[in-house]
């Protein structure tokens, strides 16, 4: 703790209160901070659709096989 003369007591007391002021302050923005970027996540699910997968080959073709038979398997896999 310490000592505050009785004539700086006012000047320390209204600076103590002005820091809790902003404290609290700032408590209320970060809360709300919070909830303003969990609403444009909402908005952003809501608002933006996936890239479609790329179709291959095969698929176009109807999947008639002699695709060379990767089909499920990683490149690393396939380098095997």
Do not use: C, N, W
Not at 10 to 21: D, G, K, L, M
Not at 42 to 56: F, H, K, M, V
């Amino acid at each position: 703790m310490v000592h505050v003369g009785q004539d700086d007591a006012a000047t320390v007391r209204a600076a103590a209160e002005r820091y809790q002021r902003f404290r609290r302050a700032r408590a209320e923005l970060v809360k709300l901070s919070k909830e303003i970027i969990e609403g444009v996540d909402q908005l952003a699910e809501a608002l933006i659709d996936s890239y479609p997968q790329r179709r291959t080959q095969e698929e176009d073709d109807g999947g008639s096989g002699g695709g060379g038979g990767s089909r499920g398997r990683s490149t690393a896999e396939r380098k095997r």
